[in-house]
Structures are given as C-alpha cells and as structure tokens.
C-alpha cells in the first residue's frame, strides 16, 4: 500500500552557517559598529543581543536574510518578547518549531479528513503524520493540497513508498 511521512524538520547545519554568516556580517557592517550585536544558538534557540531595539530589528533582518538564503523556512522560528537587558541593550529569544505538536497533527488530520478522499487514511506516529493509500493518485492528491494550505510550520513529506 501506498504511503508517504509529513514532518517538520529545520536542517540544524544551515541553521549554524546562517548563524556563523549573519554573526560575521554583524561585525563587519558599519551600521552595527560599537553596538556590540551578538546572535548564539543553543540547542533548539537562537539568542540575540544589541544595544538598541532599532539595531536588534536590523539584526533579526540580517539574520532571516541569511535563513532564506540557505533554504530554512522562517515557518520554523517563533519570536518571542524583545526584553530589556542590563546597560539598557535589548535582547530577544527566537525558538526553532521542530517536530509536529499534537495541536499540528490534529489540523493535519482533520485537514486530510476534509479533503473527501475515501482511500487515505493517516496515523499518528510520535511527532509525524504516516499516510496510506489504495492508490498512489490519492497521495498525490493529498501532498499537492497540503503544499498549497498554509499550517503554520513548515512541512516535509518523505519517505514516498509504493
């Protein structure tokens, strides 16, 4: 039978070059000179720091300019609150969205569900979607609909099988 996997993945690897590119146009750029704008990743966030809040937005730009560039969907970063740092520089958290919540897999679900195709079925498996077909035509039917709806997280469909 048929079957394809939905996840949500974000390639940690580009995610550090864009980080390592934008850290380095930060310390070269005029504009950003004596503000001393750092951007670090931890495990599943990015942290960033300016002296202003005008310079942290230039910095979130210069960043997601990088993250375009090398293929990762801003889809996967959720801002959080431009807090206030000690010597009055700002600093914002951004977490990187990887793997489907279980709010996701049940928009997934009622979305397939919606589309009025009588052979799929899905099936929840930890932090992805499995779907199965009779028919191969149904699949792609599904994975061209779900390209074209917008669910917030930027979605992967892999393991396409006959």
């Known amino acids: 039978m048929p079957t394809f996997d939905i996840v949500s993945t974000v390639d940690m690897q580009e995610v550090r070059n864009a980080i390592d590119q934008a850290s380095r146009e930060a310390s070269t750029r005029f504009d950003f000179k004596g503000t001393d704008s750092t951007i670090e990743l931890s495990e599943k966030e990015i942290i960033m720091e300016s002296s202003t809040r005008d310079r942290l937005k230039a910095l979130v730009q210069v960043l997601e300019e ?17 807090e206030d740092a000690s010597k009055g520089r700002a600093r914002q958290h951004v977490t990187l969205n990887v793997g489907l919540s279980a709010d996701h ?6 979305f397939l569900k919606g589309l009025g195709i009588k052979s799929l079925s899905f099936q929840v498996i930890g932090d992805q979607v499995r ?28 393991n396409f099988r006959d």
């Open 131 to 158: 779907v199965s077909s009779k028919k191969r035509d149904d699949l792609q039917a599904a994975i061209s609909a779900l390209k074209a709806e917008d669910f917030g997280v930027p979605l992967e469909m892999i």
């Open 66 to 82: 990088k993250l375009v560039r090398r293929h990762v969907s801003l889809k996967a970063l959720s801002y959080g609150a431009v």
């Open 105 to 110: 897999t049940k928009r997934l679900g009622k």
